[in-house]
């Protein structure tokens, strides 16, 4: 069975914004996902908030390119009402990183990569960074 790999907003932001030092080893899960060694999935949230930040700094064009781009590696995740109400009754600090979360979840990963893993304390699955994913991916198909 294909790993099922949740991405935090952040983690899609360092892969379309080749923003080091996180560049390199989330270029690498990318790759994996392309070779369809595991799946990505991320959030409808994602989309918008990595355009935003791109067309920002960048412009509209580039940032609905790299999107598409992305797209093509990458499920999504529903966010429904019913998501949206167990955000709101959550234990989460953060209203988004709850969404997040409860998305992961509802599309069954078996991990949830960010860079903010304080965020996520109350977490059922694994919350990794990508380095340390690929470390537990690397080790497992190793074996």
């Known amino acids: 069975m294909i790993p099922r790999i949740y991405l935090d907003t952040n983690i899609v932001l360092d892969l379309l914004t080749d923003r080091d030092p996180f560049y390199q080893s989330v270029l690498r899960l990318a790759t994996l996902a392309d070779l369809k060694k595991i ?3 991320v959030s409808p949230l994602t989309f918008a908030t990595a355009n935003y930040f791109i067309a920002k700094f960048e412009n509209a ?5 790299k999107l598409r781009k992305f797209r093509v590696l990458c499920e999504i995740s529903d966010l429904n009402s019913d998501i949206i109400d167990k955000g709101l009754v959550s234990d989460f600090n953060d209203f988004e990183d709850a969404l997040q979360y409860l998305c992961a979840l509802n599309a069954q990963c078996e991990f949830l990569l960010t860079r903010n893993g304080k965020d996520f304390k109350s977490a059922i699955i694994p919350v990794l960074t990508v380095e340390e994913y690929l470390v537990i991916f690397n080790s497992s198909f190793n074996n």
């Open 39 to 41: 799946t990505l999935v």
């Open 61 to 65: 064009f580039i940032a609905q390119e």
